[in-house]
């Protein structure tokens, strides 16, 4: 089924050796094209009793790739909410693709407070809020007050709200 | 004119240089880690910044259109200081990483005993990861400074052919150009190199393994020299062609010697793009 050796070999060596992860990771990005998933079945390949640890070390030692990578492969991985702290430390850049990732089915696991100032943050940088899992059953009145209050700022400085956000109030209750 | 400029310190500019560079052509950098003008005390110092090589930094081109990979390594200046060289130990996960394209920049500051041994060992380093090396050279005492670099070079086993010793002038060039290594050259507004200098250079010594970079960084440095000296190359004779060539190709070229390089237009970025909170003055 696999096409590609190299990602045969690399889960293999993983599965065999879970330090090997480290470099096979950071390698997979060139070894692999991004349908493959590489690095989310490298992860898979893991011991499960081992992911939580390897999935933290990744991610800190990870570059914006491997970083991307967690994320996205969070909802796949056998983990309750011990990988929290990586969306926090997603949530903290301004790198619209870790933000879009961290905001993924995984995101669960984030608390309301945490999660409404993701999206507010979404609406203020642009991430299309299309992109958030769960949005609907999980907007509250909360969120509503907090995206109607940067509309009056942006309106008052001659600026619109983006047309996601604003479908957004209309659709809270 | 399409540029690639081989070395430049983004981390310092703005990113109004960003978009200045990209009018101006600039398409692909790497940026070589190296100091930051205030010395660094520890090696958590050294992490934050490499991760913002290869984190935001990328990011942050990528809005412009612009690749960017980096070269990691710890420079020779801070190389004398005890604080900061257990980094050597945090390096090689970091030399195993897509967007690093070399070990750089190593090299002699002081030409120290502490110099000789992480430019040795990280010589090595680039050995054991199939990486070319990127070799900055003193700015004082130079030409004694690049004699002992290539000796260093020699005795590491490295192909010179993977190696750019850079920084170098009108006087320093042809000891370089001998044994095989690719020459680089800073074109600054006062000091290092200027156009007019560098197409000269280019005259005697011709277009191959020649990088022309802006060395770019929080000192008087102009990101669009790159750019001026094709221009000059231009006004003097040398064909769009020779341009492209030392412009475009031969980094591409000397960089690619890392399986890494990826110089592909970054136009897929789509959303990333339009929602950048770069391009939208920081909404």
């Known amino acids: 089924m696999d096409q590609n050796p190299w990602l045969t070999d690399a889960v293999a060596r993983v599965a065999d050796s879970p330090p090997a992860i480290v470099r096979l990771f950071a390698a997979a990005g060139r070894h692999t094209r991004p349908e493959e998933d590489g690095r989310t079945r490298l992860l898979l390949a893991l011991p499960p009793e081992t992911v939580p640890y390897w999935v933290d070390d990744l991610y800190r030692h990870g570059d914006a790739g491997e970083k991307l990578a967690i994320l996205t492969a969070l909802p796949a991985l056998p983990l309750g909410a011990e990988a929290v702290p990586l969306l926090h430390d997603a949530l903290r850049t301004n790198d619209t693709r870790l933000i879009t990732a961290a905001l993924g089915p995984y995101a669960r696991h984030l608390d309301q407070h945490a999660w409404r100032h993701a999206v507010l943050k979404c609406v203020f940088i642009g991430v299309p809020l299309e992109k958030i899992d769960d949005l609907d059953r999980r907007a509250d009145r909360e969120l509503a007050a907090m995206v109607s209050a940067l509309r009056a700022e942006r309106e008052a400085a001659g600026r619109r709200l983006p047309d996601d956000a604003r479908r957004l109030l209309d659709r809270i209750p | ?283």
Not at chain 2, 76 to 92: F, G, Q, T, Y
Not at chain 2, 164 to 193: A, Q, R
Not at chain 2, 231 to 237: H, R, T, W
């Open chain 2, 1 to 283: 004119m399409r540029i690639f400029d081989p070395h430049i310190h983004m981390t310092s500019r703005t990113t109004d240089d960003y978009g200045r560079m990209a009018a101006a052509g600039v398409r692909a950098v790497v940026e070589p880690a190296f100091w930051l003008g205030q010395p660094r005390t520890n090696p958590g110092s050294f992490t934050d910044y490499f991760d913002s090589l290869l984190g935001w930094e990328p990011f942050r081109a990528a809005q412009f259109g612009i690749r960017h990979h980096a070269t990691i390594a710890l420079n020779p200046k801070e190389a004398n200081d005890p604080r900061c060289r257990p980094v050597l130990d945090l390096i090689p996960r970091y030399l195993d990483k897509d967007t690093v394209v070399a070990v750089g920049e190593i090299g002699y500051d002081a030409m120290t005993p502490e110099e000789d041994e992480a430019f040795a060992v990280q010589l090595a380093l680039a050995v054991d990861h199939e990486l070319p090396a990127l070799v900055h050279t003193p700015h004082r005492d130079k030409a004694q400074g690049v004699k002992r670099t290539l000796d260093v070079v020699r005795e590491s086993g490295i192909h010179p052919g993977r190696v750019v010793v850079d920084h170098l002038n009108e006087v320093t060039v042809g000891d370089v150009h001998d044994t095989g290594c690719w020459m680089g050259f800073s074109i600054y507004p006062d000091t290092k190199m200027s156009p007019p200098r560098m197409v000269e250079i280019l005259r005697s010594h011709g277009l191959d393994r020649m990088l022309v970079n802006s060395a770019a960084d929080w000192g008087r440095s102009d990101p669009l020299l790159t750019r001026r000296t094709g221009e000059a190359m231009l006004a003097a004779g040398f064909s769009d062609d020779d341009v492209d060539r030392v412009l475009w190709r031969n980094p591409v070229e000397f960089y690619g010697q890392s399986g890494r390089l990826d110089v592909s237009e970054t136009g897929d970025t789509g959303p990333l793009f339009e929602g950048s909170s770069i391009l939208r003055g920081g909404s």
